[in-house]
């Protein structure tokens, strides 16, 4: 599909300067997190940072998704299908979904990071994450054979996107708030959102521990 580019999540800090999102001096506990994008016209939004110290991934279907109909294109409705039960949300650009769960890092660093010219991205350490939407099944869930079938193995010739941290030079601008998907019939407001997932079984909050930031 075509649709809409993609906007900037650069990472900052609750004054809206840039910061390295990588560096724990950089990263807030989920309780400030929730405090700061609580406040009356904030246009702050959060995020985490996927770490070696935990056993988590990201993966990105980028322009998948028709914003206006909600529709994923056949091929990333082939991929979520494949997750069935794992944490999933609509990216703050509305054209791409994200699947978040656990896995085991050791049986996955032989896999490639970017495939399906680069529609497809995984990850599971050294990457920021801007929550998007809609959130909605297990982070939990251990998805590992899921995914060595689907992640490409590396070849010599594979190209490998290995991040690395780079300071960036510009806060995030978030576009509108478009509200929820159709069917999302949970809290409208972003902040009763992401605190009663932070406070329910399996919340995002133990998941990610405290590598909060902001976008």
């Known amino acids: ?75 990333a409705l082939e991929i979520v299908e494949q997750f069935p039960g794992a944490g999933f949300e609509i990216s703050i650009s509305g054209t791409g979904v994200h699947i978040i769960g656990r896995c085991n890092a050791a049986r996955l660093e032989d896999r490639v990071n970017k495939w399906a010219d680069g529609m497809c991205e995984f990850y599971h350490k050294k990457r920021f994450v801007a929550f998007g939407m809609g959130q909605r099944g297990n982070p939990y869930l251990d998805c590992t054979e899921a995914l060595r079938t689907l992640v490409p193995p590396r070849t010599p010739k594979s190209h490998s996107t290995r991040l690395t941290s780079t300071k960036p030079t510009m806060p995030t601008v978030c576009p509108p708030d478009t509200g929820p998907v159709p069917k999302w019939n949970g809290p409208t407001n972003d ?25």
Not at 41 to 60: A, C, H
């Open 1 to 75: 599909g075509s649709y809409q580019a993609k906007p900037r999540k650069v990472p900052c800090n609750s004054a809206g300067d840039p910061i390295n999102a990588h560096l724990p001096e950089h990263q807030i506990t989920w309780e400030e997190l929730i405090h700061h994008i609580a406040q009356p016209d904030t246009q702050l939004r959060p995020g985490f940072v996927l770490t070696e110290d935990d056993d988590y991934f990201l993966l990105d279907l980028d322009n998948v998704r028709d914003p206006a109909t909600g529709a994923l294109e056949p091929r």
């Open 191 to 215: 902040s009763e959102l992401i605190a009663k997932m932070l406070a329910s079984r399996g919340s995002l909050k133990a998941t990610f521990g405290y590598n909060a930031s902001f976008t």
